[in-house]
């Protein structure tokens, strides 16, 4: 999630386990672990413009890495306090245990979106990822920053211990929610007669109610836009369908160890698979402005004539407002959902 969310729930979670007189020094260590793993958005290269999204969520995210991350932040805070501070209020015991603690809640965290995080590398390179919550989502930030503050003036761990209660009540509704929306698209590909591959959710921003959701049957993807509200069935807004495309043959110019393929490769890894042809680009289809739309937030574009260049990485839209109302529309119930062509 956010880099702030992830500060403040490692923040919440050393608190949790501090005594009185170290709350703050644990907010402050927790913090800082909690943000640390973020810290490989500044792997990248001039020359190849995939390194940065392949480096993302990489080894800093692994649970193996959790104790050397954590001792990592704690020598960077020890020797802020001891030597350029002279401060003796926070040991480096302590400042290791917190710092670990904080940044021990990152990877998990991230790992319930829908981005993927290698969890589990080195012995493992799949990207994790559960899709149960949005990776900007305001209403479990809001409430686990107050219990924070009130924990830090209070100097109170339990406080801290009801705001993570909080979180992981919310992340668990995510969970729940995730269940109805994968029922629903089982429902939906079998009134079209559909066999399904696999499926892709996507909780958009900001909530657990409006749900990307895209499914693979045969040669096609499926995208379409489930809402889920608490206390009703699920209900469908229907979008479109795109055929796939295999990475290995899209591009025959291309060699099997050329570059250009490499990097197809690479980005498909990246986007689990889900490719598809946008103008003249192979894009990303896990994401996009709208819920039940397929113009893509990133793709690549591939120079078949050049196999030993790198592809191009691009940035297409951005949620913007037209799209935000869209899905704020879709909330609150007053978008009319399309009847479902069982043909489709």
């Not at 500044?42 to 020359?47: A, D, G, L, Q, V």
């Not at 889920?228 to 069935?233: M, N, V």
Request: charge should be positive; proline fraction near 6%; include cysteine.
């Amino acid at each position: 999630m956010d880099p702030f969310t992830q500060g403040v729930l490692g923040a919440a979670f050393s608190q949790s386990f501090a005594r009185r007189k170290k709350i703050r020094v644990a907010c402050l260590a927790g913090a800082l672990g909690g943000m640390a793993a973020d810290l490989d958005i500044f792997i990248r290269s001039s020359t190849d413009p995939l390194l940065a999204i392949e480096f993302h969520r990489h080894f800093t995210h692994s649970i193996w890495f959790i104790p050397f991350g954590g001792l990592l932040v704690a020598m960077a805070m020890w020797l802020v306090f001891s030597k350029l501070l002279k401060t003796k209020e926070c040991d480096f015991k302590s400042l290791a245990l917190f710092s670990t603690l904080g940044y021990a809640t990152h990877a998990t965290l991230d790992a319930c979106t829908s981005y993927g995080t290698r969890l589990f590398w080195p012995l493992s390179n799949e990207r994790v990822a559960w899709d149960t919550v949005a990776v900007i989502d305001p209403l479990p930030t809001i409430i686990i920053t107050i219990f924070v503050v009130l924990s830090y003036r209070r100097y109170s761990r339990t406080l801290a211990q009801v705001g993570m209660a909080c979180f992981i009540g919310y992340l668990a509704l995510g969970f729940m929610q995730n269940y109805r929306v994968t029922k629903k698209v089982e429902q939906i590909a079998a009134a079209r007669g559909h066999n399904i591959n696999r499926i892709k959710l996507n909780p958009t921003l900001g909530n657990l109610i409006v749900w990307r959701t895209i499914y693979q049957s045969g040669g096609n993807y499926y995208v379409n836009a489930v809402i889920a509200q608490p206390f009703s069935p699920p209900t469908v807004i229907e979008g479109t369908s795109v055929p796939m495309i295999d990475p290995e043959s899209i591009y025959p110019e291309l060699g099997p160890d050329s570059v250009g393929r490499k990097d197809i490769r690479r980005f498909d890894y990246f986007a689990e698979s889900y490719l598809f042809k946008y103008d003249g680009t192979i894009a990303d289809l896990r994401y996009s402005a709208e819920p039940h739309k397929i113009q893509p937030l990133w793709g690549i574009r591939v120079h078949p004539d050049k196999p030993e260049n790198h592809v191009d990485y691009i940035s297409y839209i951005r949620p913007n407002g037209r799209a935000l109302n869209v899905t704020w529309s879709m909330l609150m119930g007053t978008y009319e959902p399309a009847p479902i062509d069982p043909e489709f």
